[in-house]
């Protein structure tokens, strides 16, 4: 069944709160802005994410080590860094619907505006046209579509020349020339444009005089460039190598309404690859392709995928894109691959008085690494995984049901063990069976029920396997192993379920196919 996008993204969330992945933070005092929990079976799947980052960062590349760096940083760190300075969003307020919209952002939606403008009058001229249409040649010379293509260029480069000098007037001047209004009360009744840091901070320290002001990292990398040489030095790491790190990240983030796709507390997975100068372009050409790998092989849709290169550069990078996923609220920042420069070492070792350096033995020299980073947010990846198994079907019989067609390896439970019925000795059979898959497999016992609703339940959380013990088990040693996929149950020997399970779980099976 084809599901129409704003129901789906409101499906998902519900579902996702109906059986145990994601709820609203402290939902008894109504919950927490922009902040989620994970439930049982959220829990399982993000760390199972997180194991095929990790696996893949650092069994694959075996010049990648992982750390795991404390989230409270000495607050000098964030100087040097350049967050206390430069880490803001501009912020616009509308005086009538009293909504507060990231300025950035509502220019960005006006350009995506044109951009659809042109497609639109593309496709209506090619279906005019037919085989004989040139679109190449329509783009060029069409008057309309020449003065949309103007007019982006031309906020294209007053957006990133605002962003770039933190020119907040500018900004506002942009949002007016646009004609800008706001999606809610439509006026255009807009407060001035204002910088806010986006860092939350806290006091470290008991007695109020001896509080030191320390801020809750807005992102991990900081934690990898701090320990840069500890990590070279105790790990004989000789350049190229990366440092990889997965952990909490923090922003006061000012418009924060999509789920769990902007929170205010969220998770990163973060490698920073140190190169020798000069050499940064060309891992970050290997990293863009490498990860882009990573997300495919999924097998969530190549077509969901696509690069977008910043035009508003980041203080610290001198080349950046962003791979994006088409989520239900459409084409949208899922990681980030920066090519930082030497600007944070360089900087730390400014700040911090110490060297931090590479001594490099080939060359005979020592020199400040340059940086290519790839940053992922872990919620993100939990979205479109979550966005794009959801799936609701109507079968033959007429029924409907909703599976969560979670990659497999992925998927919180691999197996549920269900006794045909409560008697005749099922119930101790299946459990007989659960206790030899339970050291490799999360799998999950059930016995009430008829076993129709029991695969239902099974379907919704995205349980690849049912392995259902009946009578005739208990004759032949064998049992059903039911495909959550294709609902096609085989009869196997008990004797062969653990190693056809645990192959079909593996999480190499994605790992091996980034291979290929
Ligand atoms: N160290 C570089 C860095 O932090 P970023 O593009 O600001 O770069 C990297 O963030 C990734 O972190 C993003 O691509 C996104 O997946 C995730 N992310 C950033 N802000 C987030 C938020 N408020 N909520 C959830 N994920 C977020």
């Not at 320290?205 to 990292?217: F, P």
């Not at 790491?237 to 796709?261: H, T, Y």
């Not at 610290?316 to 791979?323: E, G």
């Amino acid at each position: 069944m084809a599901i129409q996008e704003d129901n789906l993204f409101k499906n998902v969330i519900s579902h996702s709160k109906e059986y145990g992945f994601i709820f609203p933070s402290s939902e008894i005092y109504d919950g927490l802005s922009a902040v989620y929990d994970y439930g049982q079976n959220g829990a399982e799947l993000k760390n199972n994410i997180k194991e095929y980052w990790w696996k893949f960062m650092t069994l694959l590349h075996d010049n990648i080590v992982g750390i795991d760096a404390a989230i409270f940083m000495h607050p000098t760190t964030w100087k040097a860094s350049g967050h206390v300075d430069a880490f803001n969003d501009p912020m616009v307020d509308n005086k009538d619907s009293k909504k507060r919209y990231r300025a950035d952002v509502l220019v960005e939606d006006a350009i995506a505006k044109m951009e659809e403008k042109i497609q639109k009058e593309v496709d209506k001229a090619a279906k005019r046209f037919g085989d004989s249409f040139d679109s190449e040649m329509f783009i060029k010379t069409n008057p309309r579509v020449l003065e949309y293509s103007q007019k982006i260029a031309n906020a294209n480069a007053r957006l990133k020349e605002s962003m770039g000098n933190g020119d907040m007037a500018g900004m506002k001047k942009l949002m007016e020339d646009l004609e800008i209004t706001d999606p809610v009360s439509g006026t255009k009744n807009w407060t001035d444009v204002r910088q806010f840091n986006l860092m939350f901070s806290t006091e470290m320290g008991s007695i109020a005089e001896e509080a030191n002001k320390i801020y809750l990292r807005p992102e991990t990398a900081q934690g990898i460039f701090v320990n840069f040489l500890n990590v070279q030095k105790t790990g004989r790491m000789k350049l190229p190598f990366g440092i990889a790190q997965i952990g909490k990240a923090f922003r006061n983030e000012i418009v924060a309404r999509q789920f769990i796709f902007r929170m205010r507390e969220f998770e990163q997975m973060e490698m920073q690859f140190f190169v020798k100068p000069g050499e940064e372009m060309k891992w970050y050409e290997f990293w863009k392709e490498k990860r882009m790998k990573w997300h495919k092989a999924l097998d969530l849709g190549d077509e969901n995928y696509r690069y977008h290169d910043h035009l508003n550069l980041a203080h610290y990078a001198n080349a950046a894109c962003d791979i994006q996923f088409n989520f239900p609220m459409g084409f949208k920042e899922l990681e980030g691959i920066h090519s930082r420069t030497d600007f944070d070492l360089k900087s730390h070792e400014k700040y911090s008085g110490k060297k931090l350096q590479y001594f490099d033995t080939e060359d005979n020299e020592s020199y400040i690494p340059y940086v290519v980073e790839t940053s992922v947010g872990l919620d993100r990846m939990f979205l479109s995984i979550l966005s794009k198994a959801y799936t609701e079907e109507k079968l033959p019989d007429g029924s409907e049901r909703v599976v969560l067609k979670i990659p497999v390896p992925l998927a919180p439970v691999k197996v549920a063990i269900l006794p045909l019925v409560k008697k005749d000795g099922l119930p101790e059979k299946a459990m007989e069976i659960m206790n030899e898959l339970k050291y490799d497999l999360r799998c999950f016992y059930e016995e009430k029920d008829a076993i129709g609703k029991r695969y239902r339940r099974q379907d919704a959380i995205g349980t690849p396997y049912c392995v259902t013990v009946d009578h005739q088990t208990l004759t032949d040693d064998t049992v059903t192993i039911r495909d959550r996929d294709s609902m096609k149950q085989e009869r196997v020997k008990i004797s062969d379920v653990k190693s056809q399970l645990i192959a079909a779980c593996s999480i190499n099976n994605i790992l091996r196919k980034i291979e290929q």
